[in-house]
């Protein structure tokens, strides 16, 4: 077996292998973990952020999978949004994405690690202070008794 590539017996058939490369395994577990609320995106990196500028579309972005002795470890960079406890992000992230990726692929992964690259902030948007300004003239009675 390739060192990219993950193999995977059905048990339908002894004859018959299913190989699955590395990079689809990294696409499913990147599409996983953008599908939850609490992520905002998946961090490129420097190498990853070239590509993009030169116009090459990612989809495996931010993810890194190895294959060693038929083991699948998967390693996510990502950016959280802001709100939510980091630890509970990271475990829902984690769950999410060995499920995912052993649902549909089923490959075995022994260890999903979360790196969390950055934390988006919501937008604060300026408020527009309602001040009314009277356009009647103020008139000031000077009544001395």
């Known amino acids: ?20 490369t590395d990079e689809s395994i990294a696409i499913v577990a990147s599409i996983a973990a953008t599908e939850l609320e609490n992520v905002s995106s998946m961090s490129s990196g420097f190498a990853g952020g070239i590509a993009e500028a030169l116009g090459r579309r990612n989809l495996s972005k931010g993810v890194k999978v190895e294959t060693m002795n038929g083991e699948i470890i998967i390693d996510l960079f990502v950016v959280v949004k802001y709100g939510k406890k980091l630890s509970d992000i990271a475990w829902e992230i984690q769950e999410h994405v060995k499920e995912s990726v052993e649902r549909l692929t089923g490959v075995v992964v022994s260890a999903v690690n979360i790196h969390i690259q ?11 202070e309602n001040v009314q300004v009277d356009s009647k003239p103020v008139h000031h009675s000077t009544n001395r008794d």
Request: no cysteine; aromatic share 6%.
């Open 1 to 20: 077996m390739a060192k990219s590539e993950a193999e995977y017996n059905d048990n339908n058939s002894e004859d018959e292998d299913l190989r699955i």
């Open 118 to 128: 950055g934390i988006k902030f919501p937008e604060i948007v300026p408020k527009e």
